[in-house]
């Protein structure tokens, strides 16, 4: 991955604190998302369930937050796999969900219940509804670990307890990884496997990728370029991969760093690095003209993808003037030059961006971004003096929401 920076302020040496940061970082429990990746325990639980269930033609997925959007990701920038449906329940919106009751085939499901807590209400609520469905089609309660696999925290969950309960199996997602984090433990993993996507060349890549980080200088100068424009009013991060197949990526970041890096500090003083999504290059005709014109508040974060894995001709023989210009070019072409034309406007209008080359979408290469949003979050949340690893500002709402369905 090659890493090119577009800074056009007056920035300060930053060197000191992130060294600083990187090593509290490398040396707390908070490094296991990178650490477990090398612990081939969570890909063989993945294997073992796989193996049991692969004649399974519907894979439904039951999470929120952490526990769905990674997996999504993972399943739209890689699945190589047009036989298998996969369905995200990762809402409680009733019109929706009896949709999606409507596009599975139950006796041919495997649902996969995820939740770190055990505890969360969204989830907790899809699953009875999918235990109800499953009842309506003659499945008995003694039957239901035929059809579900739960993943929760390895010690303190309700919700691996119901699983022992019912003899359901229960996947681990380590301890110290939280949800937004989880996206290569068994959380993104098992879906991953039933995506015919390599869960070992992604955690390998990660890993490798995740341990060399702390060294590589393009990787300090990312958290700089980030932290100094914080400083000079640069409060928002544009996230914008070139590629349909990176949009849940834009997704899975803006939680990431919506939810690690918004909240109170230390001395109570309120921080924020607020992200917006978007992908190339539909987003030129909706959000660019803010992006280029617009405030002088946002470092944009650019993925461009040298090889496309399909092109196609635009060849043309109709008489229309930019149809003709088009003839002789293909879509990938179209796409690089809507890419390269608009990074150099963007030069011009000193919109400071950091641009992520890769050379293709494949394993590899996504277990590296996926990393080095990680890492850089941590790290970037850390220099901020917040915790990026904790969520206090939801659970608020989550406490008030319970006494107002008691009070129904
Ligand atoms: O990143 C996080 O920790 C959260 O967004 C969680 O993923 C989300 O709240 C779901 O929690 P759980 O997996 O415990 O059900």
Redesign the pocket.
Known sequence: MQIEFNSYIQESDKTDLIQKEVDNFLASERFDFVKTLSDKKYQNQCHTIFERFKDRSHFVQI?????SLGPEMLISALSKNTDRTFHFINNIDPDKTAQQINQINFKDALFYV?????G?AE?LASFAIMVNELKSHGVKESELANYFVFASDPSTSQLRELGDDLGITTLDIPTNV???FSVLTPVGLLPALFAEIDIEELCRSAFSFGSELSNLDSFKKAVSMILNHHENGYDQTVFMPYSSRLRDLSFWFI?LWA?SLGKKDKDGKRVGLTPIPSYGATDQHSQMQLFMEGPLNKVMLLINIKESEHDLKLENQFDHPKLQKLSGFTLKNLMDSEFFGTKKALEEQNVPHIVFNINKLNEENLAKLVIFFEFLTAVTGFCLKIDPFN?PGVEAGKIYSFEWLHNL
């Open positions: 999470g929120i937050g952490g526990s995820v939740s770190k807590s055990g969360t989830t939280g949800g937004r939680q939810e969520q």
